[in-house]
T-cell receptor, first 114, second 113 residues
Framework: NAGVTQTPKFRVLKTGQSMTLLCAQD?????MYWYRQDPGMGLRLIHY???????AKGEVPDGYNVSRLKKQNFLLGLESAAPSQTSVYFC?????????????FGAGTRLSVL | GQQVMQIPQYQHVQEGEDFTTYCNSS?????IQWYKQRPGGHPVFLIQ?????EVKKQKRLTFQFGEAKKNSSLHITATQTTDVGTYFC?????????????FGTGTRLKVLA
């Protein structure tokens, strides 16, 4: 099993450009999450989804949009990238019916905005 | 909103020494999870604590959940170089209707051989 797959792994953008990060999971999980990780800030929740067709805001949603058109995919969009969005982005998925509701993370996308 | 703080932010220890990281939430938690992230890697689930005062052990790792369910700790006995990484706690508030977790700021552990 691939688990959680994120594409791309690295990306460099210029200020104002747009891009979409793709997260795909093959574990049939209902919940999916997008986090950003910055030095000293830990993992901060951007948006999450509790099922196909649903999305909700996390701690730091401004400047990002998401879509969950298919259960296995969760897309994170940056409409107009800013240097403050330079970060490592992690996607995760979990099964809320499972006893532990473990979050499984992808390998991450390292994004630089110049 | 809910905040989860961890201390210390960094810890350097000699191999064989013990290590402890503390996690404190601004709100009461229904449960808390711990994750480990190796350098350059992604977070990996270690354990979940649910009950007030709960203590769980995994080999050299001991996890505790506070009586008030607002704090937790991870203690590693006799650290090894394989323990290097960043340890995160993640708490789910009792008021949260969904499985949304707030991660702590993390403690980066460096073990000197």
């Amino acid at each position: 099993n691939a688990g959680v797959t994120q594409t791309p792994k690295f990306r460099v953008l210029k200020t104002g450009q747009s891009m979409t990060l793709l997260c795909a999971q093959d574990m049939n999980h209902e919940y999916m999450y997008w986090y950003r990780q910055d030095p000293g800030m830990g993992l901060r929740l951007i948006h999450y989804s509790v099922g196909e067709g649903t999305t909700a805001k996390g701690e730091v949603p401004d400047g990002y949009n998401v879509s969950r058109l298919k259960k296995q995919n969760f897309l994170l969009g940056l409409e107009s990238a800013a240097p403050s969005q330079t970060s490592v982005y992690f996607c995760a998925s979990s099964d809320p019916t499972g006893y532990k509701n473990i979050q499984y993370f992808g390998a991450g996308t390292r994004l630089s905005v110049l | 909103g809910q905040q989860v703080m961890q201390i210390p932010q960094y810890q350097h220890v000699q191999e064989g020494e013990d290590f402890t990281t503390y996690c404190n939430s601004s709100t009461t938690l229904s449960n808390i999870q711990w994750y480990k992230q190796r350098p350059g890697g992604h977070p990996v689930f270690l354990i979940q604590l649910v009950k007030s005062g709960e203590v769980k052990k995994q080999k050299r790792l001991t996890f505790q959940f506070g009586e008030a369910k607002k704090n937790s700790s991870l203690h590693i006995t006799a650290t090894q170089t394989t323990d290097v990484g960043t340890y995160f706690c993640a708490g789910r508030a009792t008021t949260s209707g969904t499985y949304k977790y707030i991660f702590g700021t993390g403690t980066r552990l460096k073990v000197l051989a």
